[in-house]
């Protein structure tokens, strides 16, 4: 094979292996997301303890995250100070255990498919929280977006066979303190410079995020467990799901890193029509043709969202060339210019 030849195997390798790093992550949060369900609904394994499962997750997750990283030394931890620590990585962990507590919760009360459709606001309380902190300027066609969007959700909410009110209000507060925390990070860390991938992020925040929630669970959960003497603690159930929690960390590294986020929203969309497809077909949830008008209406607004955002960083990028090449082409001139006088002062000489 030519030069040709070998520049479309490149190619292909690197579509190649971008779609299996796609594969690889919608498998893995599809797996968790029906693990997850399957551990805490009643009708399944039945153990409705969702502050015990998210902190044996953070316990999994911290633990292996420090074996990578001070002991196998894969991925360089991020210099750290007690200040800074104490400011931004811990509020960052308050509101990461309140939003895994929250959505954990709203497995034992509501369908798969149904939470999937309520997720579609993650956009909207992202954008409306950050025009509350002034990381996102108003803008009323994206605010009239963010309402075609709303409104989806509004439309599936009533479609829904299985309503469940407090369940609804779980998953709103689980999607509210996620959303907070992802403009949180953009204010406390990346405004300082501080960029934290998957791993060096849980070894941080999942030791935070695990005392944050021991207060909760000796509380709530804690008091039940000691009089269920008939619970044995299942390695095999809990080490698997951990191990998958924690593959879709390196995953979401992986994705983000060899691909970009936006490929990562692009996934999620297809790995949100899956799990509705896999709730109505195996698990049985009952999902209406109400239901998947308004999460149609909702999907379109997020696809437009996200359309918007690309070509927004599109236009940037060009900016950012069209300023540097701006710069090049006049330190060009001024050396050519330097030139000239050199050589026109030697020629006078």
Known sequence: MGKGGSLSDSVIKKILLSYTYVAIWIFLSFTVIVYNKYILDKKMYNWPFPISLTMIHMSFCATLAFLLIKVFKVVEPVSMSRELYLSSVVPIGALYSLSLWLSNSA?????????????????????????????????????????????????????????????????????????????????????????????????????????????????????????????????????????????????????????SALTMNVAGVVKDWLLIAFSWSVIKDTVTPINLFGYGLAFLGVAYYNHSKLQALKAKEAQKKTAQADEEAGRLLEEREGEGTGKKSESQN
Request: charged content about 10%; overall charge neutral.
């Open 107 to 259: 497995y034992i009360y509501l369908s798969v498919s149904f939470i999937q459709m309520l997720k579609a606001l993650m956009p909207v309380a992202v954008y409306s929280i950050g025009v509350l902190f002034k990381k996102d300027s108003f803008k009323s066609d994206t605010m009239f977006n963010m309402l075609s969007i709303s409104l989806g959700v509004a439309i599936a909410a009533y479609g829904e066979a299985r309503f469940d009110s407090w369940g609804v209000i779980l998953q709103l507060g689980a999607v509210a303190f996620e959303a907070t925390r992802l403009v949180m990070i953009q204010i406390l860390l990346t405004s300082k410079g501080i960029t934290l991938n998957p791993i060096t992020s849980l070894y941080y925040v999942a030791p935070c995020c695990l005392v944050f929630l021991l207060v909760p669970w000796i509380f709530v959960e804690f008091p039940i467990l000691k009089e269920t003497s008939s619970f044995h603690f299942d390695f095999v159930i809990f080490g698997t799901n951990s191990f998958c929690a924690f593959a879709l960390n390196l995953a979401v590294f992986l994705l983000v890193g060899k691909t």
